[in-house]
Each structure stands twice: as C-alpha cells, then as structure tokens.
C-alpha cells in the first residue's frame, strides 16, 4: 500500500473519530448537569469513585489489551488471515477467565474498599451495587473487545464510531428514564450495563462483516499466541500502569484524606478537561495501526513524516482547544453547571497546561507502540507513576484538594518532556528544529488569542457571573466563535499549512461528500 493510500486511511479515520467523539462529547456535557441534579453532588462523587476504582481491573491483563489493534494491522497486512483467528479467540479466551477472577475479587475486595474510601453508611448499599453492577458489565464488555479491535486493525474506525453514536441514543433515552422514575445512581448504572452490552453484540456483529474468514472457536486459540501477546503487552503494562496512577488515583485519594463531595466537584473539572483533550488526540488512534503497517514495510521516511505531519495536527487542534478551556474556565462552569464552583475551576486551570503537553506526546507515543517498542515508555512511565503517587500523597496532606492536582501537574510535565527528548533522540531528528517547524506557531496564536479572552472576561466578570446560565453559555458560545475565527486566521495568514496539508484537506471533503 502506498503513502497516499495510508494518509487517506488516517483521514478517513480521524474524520469519524471526530464526528463520533464530537457527538459523545456532546451528550456527556448535556447529561452531566441532569445527572447532578437528579443524584446531587455526594452520589456523583460516589459514581467517579466507582469508576475509578473499576478502571484499576483494566491492569489485571498485563498489557495484552495494547497487543491487538497493532497484530491485527501486521496480519491482515500480511494476508496471514489465520493469525488473526488465533489472535482473536485467544484474547476472548484469556479475558473470559480474566473477567471470573476479577468478579471474584470483586466480591471479595467491595466493602472493605468503600470502608476505606469512608464512603457514608447512608450510602454504603448503593456504592456497592453500583460497583459489583459496573465490574460485571465491565468483564462481559471485555472479553468481547478482541472483535471490537478487528475494526481498530482494518482501520475502519468510521464503523466503531457511527456504532458508537448509535448506541448514544438509546442511552440518552435510558438516562432520563432511569432518574426521572426515581432509580438515582442504581438505575445510572443499570442503564450503562444494557447499553454496554448492547455496543459489544453490534461490535461482534461487525467485526464478522468486515473480516468474513472471522471464526468464533475456542480451539482456534494458541498459546503461542498468547505467549506473543504477553511479550509485548508485558512491556506495555507499565505504561498502562502509570495512566492509571496519574488519571484515576486523584480521586482515590481525595476520598480518602478529604471527602466523596469534592470527589465529584474534582471529577465535574476533570472532565471538561479531559473532554477537550481527547478531540486532539482522536488523529492518534489512527496513528497506531497505520504506524505498525509503515514499520511492517521498513519505510522510516514514511515514518519519520507521519510522526512531523500528526504531531501538527494535533498541535493545531489541541493548543487552541486547550488555551481556550483554561481562560475561559469560570464561564464554562457558569454556562455548564450554573455555578462556577471554585474547586473544579481550579482542576480546569491547573490540568489544562499539563494536558496540552501531554496531548503533544500522543504521536510519538502511539508510534512507539505501533513500531513494536514499548520499552522506550517503561522508565519514563515508571518515574511518572512514582512521582505522581508520592507528590499526590504528600501535597493532599499538605495543600488540600489543589495538591492532589498540582502532583500530576509536575509529574505529568516533566515526563513528557522527557519522553520528548528521548523519542527525537531515537529518530534522529532536531527536537528544536523540531518545535519550531511544529509548536511555534499554534502556540503563539493561541496564547495571543488567550489574552484577548482573557482580558474580555475580566471586564465582563460580574455581569456573566450574575446573569445567569442562558446568558453565561451564549455568552461562551460567542467566545468560542470569535476565538476560532482570529485563531484560524492567524494560521492561514502565516503558513503554517503548507500545499500538502490543503491538497489533504480538499481530497477528504471531496471522500465526505462523495465526488
């Protein structure tokens, strides 16, 4: 396949993976408001810590999940199709006998945990339910994911995603029914359950229609496969560990040196964060499949170029994105919540920056495990992971709510920095150079059109604050408009995009719209 093919490929992709994490995104910041209103702040609290907590059983597969989007690109590459049966069936296997292991820890391990969370008595009954109900979903959702990833493999993201806002509808009808009938956070999670499972079967269904040969047998599993999954899911894990320390502990802790109220207030700021971090990093997801089938062919230019070209795009989506969430942080809380709560405004401003620097480390870092070397992300993982445990520890009891915060700031920070060095080191190519060719110009132009905001919102400050939630998100929406418009412009006008970035960008309206 040529490098024009695989660049249309990564468009398509991420064209959808717009589309589909625009929509999610979408529904998530309309819920959210509904959803804390009907269960109030300390049920919200108890619904994140759950989740948290959920997320950390995502470890007990030893990395082997990160294994099979990139085999899966290598052996449809190949045409080795009986290697993907292999593949597939020893996954489900293995996360089948995974999943009755963690249910049984599940069992075993959910009210002590809560009891050490202090989560209340008056709440007790209801946290465990929502836990042992969300572990159970969770097991069934993944022993069905190795069919899900054949669609990751065969890069056809568009699939999982229109999958994916299909499903949004009927769980935004289940939502409102579930709390509107009074059900309050079971019934959140009963929800969740059916709609999950209902996005696993269409996902198994697709993967047998995109991929015919596919066989469902058990005896097709191979534990040589598996060997190979574990070698180089092995190396992975630490990486995966060091995500869980850095993006799930924080609420762990604040529930236990402070308490489950600011667990939700914390949660209500990360997510807006975290919501406009994932926009950016929707091109990586494509970088991943498409870099194992470039590495597959020996071609380090093509390479070299998709690292420069992708780091760009997301540069040139993720800076402007990420200044405009951090100065207008108390008026989207007003527009969104109808409240600029302190604490999560404070997440927001603190989280933005380390987020926008992380999300200029996706490429390299989907490379890196496209290109089968997770090895290079283990010690920087291992020093991220560390230093983000023992700061969050020590600046909560120092600090207070902010330090849980400022600990992932620092650690965060610094290793991708880090991890940025080393990644040029290994491809040979200038960091410097490299900034100036990539950085320069979004950054500048978004900090420029920062200030202005910033300015704007201080004049206005009392009379947003004071005019309510209509005037607050109209008020925001204008911002936003305004903000892109003198964004965009400065782009255009400085060059930034060269001929073969608009030659891309005319050739991907032209697929949309069928000419």
């Not at 009927?170 to 209902?198: E, H």
């Not at 534990?223 to 609420?251: H, N, P, Q, S």
């Amino acid at each position: 396949m040529d490098g024009n093919s695989i660049s249309l490929k990564i468009i398509r992709n991420t064209v959808f993976n717009i589309a589909g994490r625009s929509w999610s995104v979408l529904v998530s910041l309309v819920l959210t408001p509904y959803i804390l209103h009907r269960i109030g702040m300390e049920r919200f609290g108890i619904w994140a810590l759950a989740g948290s907590l959920t997320g950390y059983f995502s470890l007990l597969d030893f990395g082997v999940g990160a294994s099979f989007v990139k085999y899966i690109a290598e052996f449809n590459a190949r045409n080795e199709h009986e290697k993907v049966n292999q593949l597939v069936n020893s996954g489900w296997i293995l996360y089948s006998i995974l999943g009755i292991l963690i249910m049984a820890a599940a069992l075993f391990l959910v009210r002590p945990l809560f009891v050490f969370f202090k989560v209340p008595s008056r709440l007790f009954n209801e946290a465990v339910f929502v836990f042992l109900l969300g572990t159970l979903s969770f097991t069934i959702a993944n022993a069905l994911s190795p069919f899900a990833a054949i669609q990751g493999g065969l890069q056809r993201m568009d699939i999982s995603n229109k999958i994916a806002m299909a499903v949004s509808i009927p769980s935004i009808i289940g939502t409102v029914f579930f709390l509107k009938a009074g059900y309050g956070l079971p019934g959140l999670m009963i929800n969740n359950t059916i709609i999950l499972l209902i996005g696993s079967i269409i996902n198994l269904i697709a993967a047998f229609k995109i991929l015919p040969g596919l066989r469902i047998n058990p005896f097709l599993s191979d534990w040589r496969m598996m060997k190979k999954m574990f070698r180089y899911g092995i190396r992975v894990y630490i990486t995966r560990l060091e995500g869980i320390l850095t993006y799930r502990t924080d609420a762990l802790l604040i529930a236990y040196f402070l308490n489950i109220r600011l667990v939700g207030l914390y949660q209500l700021g990360s997510t807006i964060v975290e919501k406009a971090r994932e926009l950016p990093l929707l091109f990586v997801s494509a970088v991943v499949p498409a870099a194992s089938e470039i590495e597959a062919k020996k071609d380090k230019e093509r390479l070299r170029e998709l690292y420069v070209r992708g780091t760009k795009y997301v540069s040139i989506a993720g800076m402007p994105l990420l200044t405009f969430v951090f100065f207008a942080a108390n008026l989207i809380m007003t527009a969104w919540m109808s409240e600029a709560h302190a604490e999560s405004v404070l997440v927001i401003r603190m989280l933005a920056p380390c987020y926008l620097i992380n999300i200029l480390t996706g490429v390299s870092f989907s490379m890196i495990l496209g290109m089968g070397k997770p090895e290079i992300l283990t010690k920087i993982s291992i020093f991220q992971a560390i230093a983000n445990l023992l700061l969050s520890v020590v600046l909560v009891v120092k600090v207070g709510f902010a330090g849980v915060v400022i600990a992932t700031l620092i650690s965060l920070t610094l290793s991708s920095l880090w991890f940025m060095a080393i990644f040029h080191r290994q491809i040979e190519y200038p960091l410097l150079g490299f900034i100036k060719k990539v950085f320069i110009v979004p950054l500048s132009a978004s900090l420029f059109c920062g200030g202005i905001l910033f300015v704007f919102n201080r004049g206005i400050a009392k009379i947003s604050i004071s005019s309510g939630r209509p005037f607050s998100l109209a008020l925001l929406i204008s911002e936003a408009v305004v903000f892109i418009c003198f964004y965009a412009a400065i782009i255009l006008r400085s060059g930034y995009l060269d001929s073969y970035d608009k030659n891309i960008i005319k050739k991907r309206v032209f697929v949309i719209y069928g000419k």
